[in-house]
């Protein structure tokens, strides 16, 4: 993590990370005793970053910079340095990097307790550091001519003829780790080579940007090296965050099932087992709910999401063996639903006391009649009782949750436990739209009737949710609102992307269009590398969206959502263990003509094109599959 003049200088986030631990903080330059001039910076990949700087070696030779330092700096620890002259002259150039580090926690530093800098030993062609919290060091190629532990520092002195380059390679490391290397850069990696092109030229940068950062979040399984899962973002979330991973492989089914069934099996073994109440729960944090509700459970929302990505997965290809291998822990995640909910009708949040939550709804219904699905599929008992569970919960849902008002009415956000509705208008109701995938290529039926459906489709599309770069956490008129606020205004990629999928798949393609150019224009700001969440600021003519400074970029979600939303166009219904595919694009076309190639269905290159009449081609696919009216 470093700014934009590249130089590391300790303060803020400043630093090179490995396992949440700031391995280095400091890494300053100076050439000829100066500090070269920082002219560009620029991401050239999820893991790799170019900085650009000039340096006058005469101050008396006028304006033009004589000396560029280009400094390539990647994520696994290596850093190059490459100094370029274009004096017309021989120049010698003294070069020093200073170096240092607090070897401190990312929460330390988040909460500005990092401490000081530790002293340094000479080591090996560089610097070591030590303390009871652990050690790193920094190697040097070519070794330097000087090292001074006092000061951190390594010195060199370079002679460049006219033209010349000369270059310097640093490598961070704690002591005893190899070096690292990215799961997605293996041959082995679960994602399929998709690629996007068409009429608007963003469509194919946030295609190859999304999957690029998605490989580059990838982690492996230490105990279980075949099964690999992604890490939230960076840098606040580099480990596993379950309701985030689960959601993210299931938005990535288009480019393959390897990686969900890699997630389900690595957050299977972390399941509760036993006969308490929490038996078959997939534990998780608890989550931020903005300023009406209080800290919502992930491990209910990723304990919901189970059942629901591993039916959905059998859908795009997952075969069955595989399946049903991980189907006993999908049925405890439905036993655990039932059992929760016992005679009632909504599944209560786990906090004594706490709110019935409007989307913890909308993940049970679709559990229940996915899993439901599942069940079936494989001869197992309990599909008609949670069909039975989820009907029941729609009448009740539908009358119990709306509120009535002049302006059309909404959903509430959530019932307290006295009966009462909270009643502001938030993102988390657009998982009232994504229902789910069934048999056929058919949608399954959702927790809204039709008319209020389309009353929540006109209130997303609105001004007062659709921020003009995507969907705002929460509406302007409401009470708290924030445009950087985490969960109470800023503008959510993920929730947007759901927003865009689900009022498609309704039928409601204005309001879906609007959104997906406005998440479009803003990753084109963004270099296509979209952050999990920024400013939910108005879009104006003159304006660009705002980074949020809590952002995770790359982030998983993120990722996911640029290809949830190219893919949407499309409409890709599979259902692999019927060998059909059903195809529902969104028949106006919104970017013009696009295709897809590189996709994967039932196992299979699958590649579509969706013309600007807003008709879909299958051009590639799976030997047998039949494209399903």
């Keep these: 993590m470093s700014t934009d003049q590249g130089q590391l200088t300790g303060r803020g986030l400043d630093g090179f990370y490995r396992a949440g631990r700031r391995v280095l903080s400091r890494c ?4 000829a005793g100066r500090e070269p001039l920082a002219v560009q910076a620029r991401t050239t990949g999820a893991d790799s970053a170019r900085f ?24 696994d620890g290596t850093e190059r340095i490459t100094l370029h ?77 006219p033209g010349g380059s000369a270059s310097i390679e640093l490598r961070v490391r704690p002591d005893g ?87 389900l099996r690595t957050l299977g073994r972390t399941q ?24 919502g459970c992930t491990g209910t929302e990723a304990t919901l999401l189970f059942p629901a990505l591993l039916a959905e997965a059998r859908r795009w290809g997952l075969p069955d063996p595989e399946t049903e291998q991980l189907l006993p822990a999908a049925e405890r995640c439905l036993t655990w639903l039932r059992t929760i909910v016992g005679d009632g009708t909504y599944l209560p949040d786990p906090q004594p006391g706490g709110p019935v939550r409007c989307e913890t709804q909308a993940h049970a219904h679709r559990a229940a009649l996915l899993g439901a699905d599942l069940l079936d599929a494989f001869g197992r008992p309990g599909g008609a009782e949670l069909r039975q569970w989820a009907g029941a919960l729609r009448n009740a849902f539908r009358a119990d949750f709306w509120i009535d008002d002049l ?17 502001h208008l938030g993102a988390a109701a657009v998982h009232l739209l994504d229902t789910g995938l069934l048999g056929g290529g058919e949608q399954a039926p959702g927790l809204l009737d039709k008319v209020q459906t ?53 039928g409601y393609e204005k309001e879906a269009s609007a959104l997906l150019r406005g998440v479009l224009a803003a990753a084109a700001v963004f270099g296509h590398r979209l952050p999990d969440m920024y400013a939910g600021e108005r879009r104006t003519d003159v304006s660009a969206p705002i980074p949020h400074p809590a952002a995770c970029r ?70 047998g599959l039949q494209l399903r009216a």
């Excluded at 190639?597 to 590639?620: D, H, N, Y």
């Design 407 to 423: 302006g059309g009415g909404r959903p509430a956000a959530a019932r307290a436990p006295d009966g009462r509705l909270v009643p």
């Design 272 to 295: 509760l087992r036993g006969q308490g109440p929490q038996s078959g729960v997939i534990p998780a944090p608890m989550r931020d709910a903005g300023t009406h509700l209080p800290p």
């Design 177 to 263: 780790a190899g070096p690292v290397r990215a799961v997605g850069r293996a041959a082995t990696s679960p994602l399929a080579p998709a690629r996007a092109a068409g009429d608007d030229p963003g469509v194919e940068a946030l295609l190859r940007t999304s999957v690029e950062d998605l490989q580059a979040l990838l982690l492996r399984d230490p105990a279980h090296p075949s099964d690999v899962h992604l890490a939230a973002g960076a840098p606040w979330r580099c480990g596993l965050a379950p309701a985030e991973a689960l959601a993210a492989a299931r938005m990535t089914l288009p480019l393959g099932t390897r990686l969900a069934a890699g997630t």
């Design 28 to 31: 300053q330059l100076r050439v």
């Design 454 to 506: 389309e009353q929540l489709a006109r209130l997303l599309g609105g001004p007062a949710m659709d921020s003009g770069w995507g969907l705002r956490g929460l509406g302007v008129n409401e009470a708290g609102y924030n445009p950087f606020g985490h969960r109470s205004g800023a503008v959510r990629v993920h929730e947007t992307a759901v927003a865009v999928a689900g009022l498609a798949a309704a």
């Design 85 to 161: 002259s274009a004096a017309a002259r021989p120049l010698r150039l003294p070069v020093e990097v200073a170096l240092g580090t607090d070897l401190a926690d990312l929460g330390a530093i988040v909460s500005g307790n990092a401490g000081p800098e530790l002293p340094a030993t000479v080591h090996d062609c560089g610097l070591r550091w030590s303390s009871a919290m652990g050690n790193s060091a920094v190697t040097a190629d070519p070794p330097p001519a000087d090292a001074l532990a006092s000061a951190g520092l390594l010195r060199w002195e370079f002679v460049l003829p």
């Design 554 to 623: 790359p982030a998983a979600t993120a990722a996911a959502a640029g290809v949830l939303l190219l893919t949407t166009l499309a409409g890709i219904r599979p259902d692999a263990p019927a060998g059909a595919v059903a195809l529902r694009p969104v028949r106006s076309a919104p970017l013009g003509e696009i295709v897809l190639t590189g996709l994967c269905v039932a196992g299979a290159p699958f590649s579509v094109r969706v013309s600007r009449l807003g008709l879909a081609m299958v051009e590639e696919a799976a030997d």
């Design 52 to 75: 650009v700087s000039t340096l006058r070696s005469s101050p008396q030779a006028g304006p033009d910079p004589d000396v560029v330092v280009e400094r390539t700096r990647h994520a």
